[in-house]
């Protein structure tokens, strides 16, 4: 099998129905490949639908979650349940676009220092998607992108480094950190760094996960000759649930206590926690203002 493609579900019937239905129809016979669809525990008749669909398809499997268990721990159990010399993690919030999957399995297998590979990634909007390409969320970077100086100062390389602003979006790079919505691994680095970080729930664990692939020495590139759409935030709705808002703010201190506490000073580590819980406040307060 040349590509395992997980599929994470959650009470999105529709999109993840057009997001395997953007993998079927776009792929030829260039590769063989599967879908492992793993559902955390949705709710109704989401799951059944989902089951009736693909029931009879051979290159679809179903895993059943009892529990909600979050991004990281459900991939990780489609990864270990997959055959496919590469994996793909894969959004059920994403339609890919034509020869997609092609191109990238195409690059990536001629070049055998890449530990992680990801495609141009853009909105509903047709504007990119930034966490498909990002440096990553050093103290000093964090707080350039917190004051916006990335806005500010467009064409400089340091005021950027976390949006990596100053790349064209169009051309081949190496980053540091891909989204985890698409992102192309070889299995062999997956068995060498290990899989998801099951400590970050929902948000944080590519980041991680590029961390510790760029550590062992492979490079992390942004393709943009393949491209995907992704509907961010599509089964959210205009208002987050709360536990949305705290798993991103969590998964901050979780990355920063992991790589980043024992290489600085205690006030930049004070000034770090202090920074991260005023964000999730004033994240939880503009949430509930979306109420009126």
């Not at 961390?211 to 491209?227: F, M």
């Not at 901050?252 to 600085?264: A, D, E, I, P, Q």
Request: hydrophobic residues 35%.
């Amino acid at each position: 099998m040349d590509l395992s493609i997980i599929i994470v579900n959650y009470n999105t019937y529709e999109l993840t129905k057009q997001t395997i239905e953007s993998v079927i129809t776009t792929v030829n016979d260039d590769f063989t490949y599967e879908i492992l669809l793993v559902d955390n525990a949705s709710k109704g008749s989401c799951l059944d639908s989902l089951s009736n669909e693909y029931a009879s398809h051979d290159k679809v499997t179903l895993i059943r979650n009892k529990d909600n268990l979050g991004f990281s721990k459900a991939n990780n159990i489609g990864i270990k349940a997959s055959v496919g010399d590469y994996i793909l993690t894969l959004n059920s919030d994403t339609i890919l676009q034509k020869n997609c999957l092609q191109n990238c399995l195409a690059f990536i297998r001629e070049h055998n220092d890449i530990g992680a590979l990801g495609c141009k990634v853009t909105l509903a909007d047709n504007t990119l998607d930034h966490a498909c390409k990002r440096g990553f969320p050093t103290p000093e970077a964090s707080l350039f992108y917190f004051l916006k100086l990335h806005k500010f100062f467009p064409d400089s390389d340091k005021f950027t480094q976390y949006t990596l602003g100053t790349q064209d979006i169009n051309s081949t790079n190496d980053v540091d950190s891909l989204t985890g919505a698409f992102m192309i691994l070889p299995r062999s680095v997956i068995n060498e760094v290990g899989v998801f970080d099951e400590d970050f729930f929902m948000y944080g664990e590519d980041l991680d996960w590029c961390y510790r692939i760029k550590n062992a020495g492979y490079r992390i590139v942004y393709y943009p000759k393949a491209s995907t759409i992704h509907l961010k935030g599509g089964s959210n709705g205009k208002k987050k649930r709360t536990k949305t808002i705290y798993e991103f703010h969590r998964a901050m201190l979780l990355f920063y206590n992991k790589h980043y506490r024992t290489k600085y000073w205690l006030p930049v580590t004070v000034l770090m926690y202090v920074s991260i819980g005023v964000k999730l406040i004033i994240s939880l307060a503009l949430n509930e203002l979306k109420k009126s």
